[in-house]
């Protein structure tokens, strides 16, 4: 809650030494003479975007102390970071904007130079697939944006642009330290007449700070933009990443119990790898005068692994045969399949004083496939209970098996209008229409085989006033309305026999309605973006754990909140910047009506500062609150149990400059804060069948110290 944001907490906040801009020039950026993609898909001046949009420059990247994507967009975007596994290298982080708590995987779009990589399941980005040092800047757009960019914007759109320009860039960087952690990047960024090649790779390995969370990951990116004169352009983008981490599991009780360092005792041995290939390629062309022609598509290719030793030992089989709720029949090994591809075509027409127009169409095709395998103790397991070569009554040949396979088929059109009224105010709107045909089959232990085939529509629109009325100040007002389709693995839930899946079936897509009232407002060397919100969702996917499976809540729900950033040259040495959200989401209907939305913080707040103490010498750092939030829970608990506490981190470093060389000290957590970014409370898997509900979390790291070099070549 807000008011256990305690007085040295706030004072810590406001006046601690902090971080992640270069110069005051970058930190007082123009909305004048920015440029961003996310508002239309169409390169445009930030002014003229009526949303709460910020950006993250590559300078900014470069002097933080991040060395990862969610680091970047949680100690410079301010954004709130959910990761289960914690580590240095951020694997597995979700990213939640709008207030969605555990589904925020599913309402928060990551692009990639406008095209999307989230996943058709419910795991999180492959951020390691990007090698931060391809990034030029990160544009953060909060709010619905399905009119642009149809399913899944929701809560709010992270834009990832690689497009560097022709602007050589040849560097190298390493960084070094606590938990034997090593980070390596690399970008050759090379222009030859019209010709631009970028070669960008990174490599990351950890042993982790908890038992069983080792990590590593591997990625490599390959661009070939070729420019044709004016402002047309074709490009290809190549890209490969590997990642492997172990999984140490949940602390059982509540934040702050227990062996933090422990791995729970069924996930020892466990983890997961992920190998993830793909292309993407996009097309500029100006049409003469008045028509610009965009063409952009996809192909990307997951395979994961993952594997469960417990479920191979005599352990798992621990339990009584007539008491069959501590039998959890479990694979071992687990593995996923899947493809995507993506092709959008899309038509820009500026039409003068009668304002623009564009038209876009995007198809989408997706499949996934998993299959498991069972040990000779689950098998034996199946016996004991059920005897020989029958489950539930039913007859079934051992050994036991069990995999699913959905397929997606998307197709949108949507059209955005831009209508200047009179001097300094606009009016935007646009409106988009999608159909989703998903077709799931499987074979599971329990009910056997299971099909379904549904096809469901939705419909975005978004109308908007900007009203520009001073040079470098304006406000807007604006309607939207977005949607999310179901994920493939939201059609499968548990069976309430033990631990396997069974078929839930196809669900139909959210929707959300907000209104928003914003604006952008530059003084001198400052700038303050703000957004007021209230949306209302309808037929939102969550998980019922009543029943076991996933469905469409049939209670609204509704959010409400304020999002600033501020930015601030106060000296020529030193710079200041400022964010944060208060926020609400809760039932708004039903036998919940007025609880909260579990894992949805009300406060975040974020602080950041850089101070040159000499040409060569600068000092810096950020910190971030996190107010207190409910456990992932059954809405029927909430009355009775605590509430996660909340929490302050802070990060600092000293940077040296010496000719092409730089070399920084960062120390991460600073205060040493015990916290967690995840918990919550369920039916708890115990030792020799001691199982029972209770509270759980995934505890973050502890204080760490890194050392860090890098080399720019001329």
Not at 658 to 683: A, D, Q
């Amino acid at each position: 809650m807000i008011q256990q944001f305690s007085k040295k907490k706030l004072a810590l906040l406001c006046s601690a030494t902090l971080s992640i801009i270069s110069s005051p020039t970058l930190l007082a950026q123009s909305a004048q003479n920015t440029l961003v993609v996310s508002g239309s898909r169409f390169e445009e001046n930030l002014n003229e975007v009526p949303a709460n949009v910020q950006v993250i420059t590559r300078e900014e990247i470069s002097e933080s102390s991040s060395t990862n994507i969610p680091d970047v967009l949680s100690q410079i975007g301010g954004l709130n970071v959910r990761n289960t596994n914690g580590g240095q290298l951020n694997l597995g982080a979700s990213i939640d904007m709008g207030g969605y708590g555990v589904t925020s995987n599913s309402t928060t779009l990551v692009l990639v130079d406008g095209q999307k990589i989230n996943p058709i399941d419910s795991s999180s980005v492959s951020w390691e697939s990007i090698p931060l040092d391809s990034i030029n800047r990160i544009e953060i757009l909060h709010g619905g944006a399905s009119v642009q960019y149809g399913n899944g914007a929701v809560g709010g759109v992270i834009n990832i642009i690689t497009n560097g320009g022709k602007k050589d860039l040849n560097q190298v960087s390493t960084s070094y330290g606590s938990f034997n952690t090593l980070v390596n990047n690399a970008i050759f960024r090379n222009t030859v007449e019209q010709t631009t090649v970028q070669l960008s790779a990174n490599t990351a390995n950890s042993n982790g700070w908890r038992q069983n969370s080792a990590a590593n990951a591997y990625a490599f990116d390959a661009k070939v933009t070729q420019a044709l004169g004016g402002k047309d352009n074709v490009y290809a983008d190549v890209f490969y990443s590997y990642s492997n981490q172990q999984n140490p599991g949940g602390v059982v009780g509540q934040v702050g119990q227990g062996d933090a360092q422990a791995a729970k005792f069924n996930n020892i041995g466990s983890g997961t790898s992920a190998n993830n290939t793909g292309i993407r390629a996009g097309l500029a062309k100006e049409l003469g005068s008045t028509f610009n022609l965009e063409v952009d598509g996809f192909y990307s290719n997951k395979t994961t692994f993952f594997t469960q030793p417990y479920y191979s030992t005599a352990a798992a089989g621990i339990g009584d045969p007539d008491n069959f709720q501590y039998q959890y029949i479990s694979p071992s090994f687990t593995k996923f399949q899947g493809w995507q591809g993506n092709f959008t075509p899309r038509i820009k027409g500026d039409f003068g004083s009668f304002g623009t127009s564009i038209l876009g169409y995007e198809f989408n095709k997706a499949s996934q496939s998993s299959s498991n395998s069972f040990s000779s103790v689950m098998n034996q397991t199946a016996a004991n209970v059920y005897g020989p070569g029958s489950y539930n009554g039913s007859v079934a040949a051992l050994p036991l098996q069990a995999g699913a396979n959905a397929s997606l088929y998307n197709q949108s059109v949507y059209f955005i209008q831009k209508l200047p009224i009179t001097n300094g105010i606009e009016l935007n709107g646009g409106y988009r229409y999608q159909t989703q045909s998903a077709t799931a089959s499987g074979t599971d232990i329990w009910s056997g085989a299971a099909n379904d085939s549904q096809t469901y529509t939705a419909n975005a629109g978004d109308i908007a006033l900007n009203f520009k009325y001073l040079e470098g100040q304006r406000i807007y007002i604006k309607w939207n309305q977005s949607y999310r389709f179901p994920n493939i693995d939201e059609f499968w839930g548990w069976s309430k026999n033990g631990g396997g899946s069974t078929f839930g079936g196809i669900l139909r897509p959210q929707t959300a309605q907000t209104y928003e009232l914003g604006g952008n407002w530059q003084v001198l060397k400052s700038n303050l973006t703000a957004s007021i919100f209230t949306s209302v969702s309808q037929n939102e996917i969550m998980y019922n754990p009543t029943t076991y499976i996933n469905s469409n809540s049939p209670y609204n729900i509704n959010r409400n909140g304020i999002i600033f950033n501020g930015l601030t040259a106060v000296t020529p040495k030193l710079s200041l910047g400022a964010g944060g959200t208060v926020q609400h989401a809760f039932y708004a209907s039903g036998p919940y009506q007025n609880q909260a939305i579990p894992q949805v913080p009300n406060v975040l707040l974020n602080a950041r500062a850089t101070y040159s103490l000499t040409s060569n010498w600068s000092v810096g750092g950020v910190v971030n609150y996190v107010g207190s939030q409910h456990y992932d829970a059954s809405p029927v608990y909430y009355n009775s149990l605590a509430i996660m506490p909340s929490y302050t981190v802070a990060d600092i470093y000293t940077n040296y400059k010496y000719g092409n060389w730089e070399t920084r000290l960062t120390i991460k957590n600073v205060g040493n804060s015990s916290y967690s970014t995840y918990g919550g409370y369920g039916f708890v898997t115990g030792p020799n069948s001691n199982n029972a509900n209770n509270y759980f979390y995934y505890p973050n790291d502890p204080r760490s110290v890194f050392v860090s070099a890098k080399y720019t070549f001329n």
